[in-house]
């Protein structure tokens, strides 16, 4: 029996992701389909809460070991991915690995490096398909600026685009390190949101109508 496949919806702050997801939700489940929503940080957890206070500045850690403790929030619902999907409930999430490594390696000085941000996250379930909400930072400061949080600030947003770049030229085109395969899918946030949701539909639907006979892939391994 095929299983169900893993879909990851990426993108910067202000792309529209968060809307984008429910509604790709609402329309595989009005198709009938059994969804798993999931997002990432996922702030319920323990190591969620933590994360939560320090997005919010309420308190202050080590570039270092946020950065792992992002990966591990994403460690703690890995099996629940991959039980999801073994028992044909697609898995839908918000942000995910990509996120962490755009921008933590986004940040300094002093610099965390590529390689090293990625490390932690080698080994996760590798989504089927990520979908890359692009927007230019001008674009995101006409749908109102960035808020209150850590890392919503255009130079760094600009820093974290080059990262998520370099992400998808690497980990989409399958001859990344590692040989990962996620199908990588730049789609231009910018339009409205039915064009975007359109094509987004367009760009899972053959996917999520066959199914997948392989077993999950790794990230990065
Ligand atoms: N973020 C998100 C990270 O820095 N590392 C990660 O691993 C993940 C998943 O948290 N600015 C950042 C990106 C966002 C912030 O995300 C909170 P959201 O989607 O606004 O809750």
């Known amino acids: 029996m095929p299983r169900a496949p893993f879909i990851v919806i990426e993108g910067l ?3 529209g992701k968060t809307t984008q997801t429910s509604l790709l939700r609402s329309r595989l489940e009005q198709s009938g389909h059994h969804v798993a929503l999931l997002k990432f940080p996922d702030r319920t957890t323990p190591i969620g809460t933590l994360i939560d206070s320090y997005l919010r500045s309420q308190s202050d850690l080590d570039d270092h070991a946020i950065h792992l403790l992002f990966s591990a929030n ?9 039980s999801n999907l073994k ?3 697609i898995v839908l999430c918000d942000r995910y690995a990509f996120s962490g490594i755009a921008f933590s390696a986004a940040k300094g000085p ?3 490096g590529y390689e090293w941000c990625r490390a932690p996250d080698v080994g996760l379930p590798c989504p089927d398909v990520t979908l890359f909400l692009d927007i230019t930072p001008e674009k995101a400061r006409e749908r109102g600026g960035y808020g209150e949080e850590r890392y ?3 130079e760094m947003q600009r820093r974290v685009r080059e990262v998520f770049r370099r992400l998808g030229e690497e ?3 399958g001859g990344g390190s590692g040989g990962t395969t996620t199908r990588w899918e730049v789609i231009d946030a910018g339009r409205d949101q039915e064009t975007v949701s359109m094509e987004i539909w367009r760009r ?10 392989e077993d999950v892939d790794r990230l990065w391994k």
């Not at 994403?74 to 991959?82: G, T, V």
Request: net charge negative; charged share 30%; hydrophobic share 30%.
């Open 110 to 112: 002093p610099p965390l």
């Open 74 to 82: 994403r460690w703690e619902l890995a099996s629940r991915i991959e």
């Open 87 to 89: 028992s044909n409930t």
């Open 171 to 173: 980990t989409g085109g």
């Open 13 to 15: 702050d202000r792309s």
């Open 204 to 213: 899972v639907e053959n996917l999520v109508a066959n199914g997948l006979e």
């Open 152 to 154: 919503e600030k255009e």
